[in-house]
């Protein structure tokens, strides 16, 4: 019983640390991203414009992470 | 006979590229620790170590990547092109903040040096296959997991393996030649390389998962790769100056 709690925490703690680890803000700006982007497609059936939007949001993601990491 | 379109064909290079990439960048960190438990303590434990720790990576892809590919495609596009969105963020950060000298560079003597102390400190069998197992799995693991979401998704787990096992040999053998040449790789601009291309496919997918359609279908992946490299480039280019002038 032990062993297997210890491998779930351990499974659960590769997981975070791959998704998370030092930059929360990316996990939590791809989910944010990810979510508009859902409403998008489901309220504006036609939303050709998120084609190229999408891209330069990400590119942003990137910038404000980097920026982030350089103030530190 | 069923012929690729030009679409496709863009996919599946850039789709070999980022397996080949991540697996050389990844390959050359596992190896450097697998060399320096080799020279300071015994070749036969570090191989051991290789060996099985290969063969656990091996299970897994053989494991999971059937399993992947019988989930929904749409569903898989979103979760997967996540997961490569974040990964792929993660990498080419680090990536810009080297290239800018706000990171230090991943430096391989260093690494050496270390591994090559604390296996002289243990000095045993045990901690020497511990080392290289552990060594080679963790490095190893990225892979796997860049090699599952990316051939899930594209339908081609077997393409990305090969592709894999091709860049893995390749680094053993130029490894095996030049061991204590590692630190001369680019990891750097390989570590650059790969960022743009899991952005770029965690894009595409997460996109088409969506429901959006990509002007060019699979070809747009190549705009979203120029894209993002002048992103990155202009980022390096803006940020590095600074840098200048902190040292001066």
Redesign the interface.
Known sequence: MKSLQRALVGFGRFWWD??V?D?PE??IT??M??SV??G??MWL?H??A??YV??VV??G???V??RR??KR | MATLSHGAVTGNVILCLSVFLASTVEMVEALTIVVAVGYSQSWKSALRGVYVALGVLAILVAACGPALTSIPRTQLHVVVGGVLLVFGLQWLRKAVLRSTGYKDKHDEDKIFEETSLLVRQQASERAAFVLSFKGVFLEGLEVVIIVLTMGSSAHKVGLAAITAIVAVALVAIVGGLAARQLSNVPENALKMAVGLCLISYGTFWTGQGMGLRWPGNDAALLVLVAFYSLGAFLMVAAFRPRVANVHV
Do not use: C, D, E, K
Request: charge should be neutral; charged fraction near 0%; hydrophobic fraction near 75%.
């Open positions: 791959f998704l680890g930059t990316i996990f791809v989910v991203m990810l982007l859902a998008v497609s059936h939303a050709s998120a084609v999408y891209p990400v590119l993601a990137l910038l992470s980097v990491a350089i």
